[in-house]
Every structure is written in structure tokens, then in C-alpha cells.
């Protein structure tokens, strides 16, 4: 299932360009919460802390305990971290979305899929694994969702090919792509067509008959 973590934020009562910027000095990263039913809430979060917590996990599912400081009175949240927003030079965080789970709630998110094994197409025969779709839409409640989605392609001969419907999901967690829809492809290998012989051009005939008529004339 996905990390669960805890970290901490403030209410947020300042927006706007020069209040972000002020932020930004502090080493603070401004953020927002939506979703379950609730109004949308600008919090704000160290940015030492939320670098650390996206240094620790692999995935972009993150179950956030978030637990909300609005002065001397604290709330507890569930949330998925939505979007990170990063400067486009120097990678800092310049904003995150949090969306807010209900924890009986079932939630809908994409799922990175791995495959796991060498094809024996591919080992035996020189075939190529083909993986055309790169994530699975997933239902399912927050405690149950994946990380990652593992898919064991070992037996796979040339030609063969994973569906949406031969893939075994965690219980609990349903697929909501089209069950027809091709995974995983272990096509034949590529034949190298042999260069054309090209022939060399003949040289032209040379017709010396209409030549040796007119010297002839002309004598």
C-alpha cells in the first residue's frame, strides 16, 4: 500500500505574490487542501520537511497524516499529495496540493505499473518486451492503495501479451481502464534486410555501321 507519513502545517491567512515571496525568505512552502466535501484551506509547511518527506518515498502516492496548527488549536487530515510544483531552474518547491481522503471513502488515482522477469521470448528467442501502457486508473479506499503495480512477464513467449484482465491486483483495489486494454507485447525481433545488389550500368553500344556507311559515301 502507500507510505503513510505524518507532517505538519499551519493555516495560511496571507495570498498573493509579495506574501509567497515573504514565505519563500522564511523557508516556508505555501500549499492548499481540498477535497473530501470540506472548503479548499492555504496552509503552509517547512520546506526542510516537505523535502525530506519526498526524499523518502519513491512513488508520487503519498498518504499524508496532516496534522493542521491554526494557533493554539490543532485538526488531523488525510491526504494524498495531489501536485508538487517546482521552479524550472533551480528545482526548489514553490507549492504543493494536498487533496484531502475520507478514510471510508473509496479514491481513484494511476498506479505506476513495473514489470518483474526476463520474457522467455526475450531470453530465448532475442524477442523485445513492448510495455505500451505506463500506469494503471485505480479505485480503491486510501488504506489500500499500492505503490506500484508489479506484473510478472517471465512466461511470456514471441507474441504473447498481458491484458488489463490477466493483471492480479491487491485485494481491495479494482481496475478501471478497459480490461482489453495490452500491457505488455513480447514481439518477434527485427529482421535486417540484406542490401540490394546494385548492378553497374553496361556502357552504351557503340554503332559504328552508320559511321563506316558515310565515310564510304564520301569517297
Do not use: W
Not at 19 to 43: D, F, H, R, S, T
Not at 127 to 146: A, F, H, M, N, T
Not at 195 to 200: I, K, L, N, Y
Not at 211 to 218: A, D, G, L, N, R
Request: hydrophobic fraction near 40%.
Amino acid at each position: 500500500m502507500a507510505k503513510q507519513v505524518k507532517l505538519t502545517a499551519q493555516t495560511r491567512s496571507h495570498a498573493g505574490r509579495s506574501a509567497v515571496n515573504k514565505l519563500k525568505l522564511e523557508g516556508i512552502v505555501p500549499a492548499v487542501i481540498y477535497g473530501a466535501k470540506q472548503q479548499p484551506q492555504n496552509l503552509q509547511i517547512s520546506a526542510r520537511d516537505i523535502r525530506r518527506l519526498l526524499g523518502r518515498v519513491a512513488g508520487e502516492n503519498v498518504l499524508v497524516d496532516l496534522e493542521i496548527e491554526d494557533g493554539p488549536q490543532k485538526s488531523s487530515r488525510m491526504a494524498l499529495i495531489q501536485e508538487v510544483q517546482h521552479h524550472p531552474l533551480g528545482g526548489e518547491i514553490l507549492h504543493v496540493d494536498f487533496h484531502a481522503v475520507s478514510m471510508d471513502e473509496t479514491i481513484e488515482a494511476d498506479i505506476p505499473i513495473e514489470p518483474v522477469g526476463v520474457p522467455t521470448g526475450v531470453k530465448n528467442y532475442g524477442g523485445i518486451l513492448e510495455q505500451s501502457v505506463r500506469s494503471l486508473e485505480i479505485e480503491c479506499l486510501p488504506k489500500d492503495l499500492p505503490d506500484v503495480i508489479t506484473v510478472n512477464v517471465s512466461l511470456l513467449n514471441i507474441g504473447d501479451s498481458i491484458h488489463v484482465r490477466h493483471i492480479m491486483l491487491p485485494d481491495g483495489v479494482i481496475a478501471r481502464d478497459d480490461a482489453d486494454l495490452t500491457v505488455f507485447l513480447v514481439s518477434a525481433p527485427a529482421v535486417e534486410e540484406e542490401p540490394a545488389v546494385v548492378e553497374a550500368p553496361t556502357a552504351p553500344e557503340v554503332i559504328k555501321e552508320k559511321k563506316e556507311e558515310t565515310e564510304e559515301k564520301t569517297k
